[in-house]
């Protein structure tokens, strides 16, 4: 829901998902999908800082997964459950994930082409 909010301020085109590799041994994984305050779904991030107290959230679970993705050197090379949980996140947004950061050094970087989202 955050980067929902970043993408309507920002307008982005693409982008870079970091830290892909911490993920790695969860047995689920949940994503924010959606916001509730009192039973009622809101669209947005709350403007009242009382509201942010009374704030349900809606989660999709997703599968983890066990392998090593510091490892891996192109997107196919990522493990299913991984791919999944990235094209989750492209689909939710409208906007292609092209660089997944998966591993501490500068170049662990994996270019995934956007047209393939």
Partial sequence: MVLKYGLWLNNYSALNLTKIDCLTGFPTIDIVVGYEI???AVSGLPGNIED??????KKVTMKGWKEDVSK???YDDLPKECRDYIEF???ELGVPIVWIGNGPEREAMIFKDPKTR
């Fill in 89 to 91: 996140i492209e689909n």
């Fill in 72 to 74: 891996c050197k192109n």
């Fill in 38 to 40: 009192d039973g009622k």
């Fill in 52 to 57: 942010w107290y009374r704030i349900k959230t």
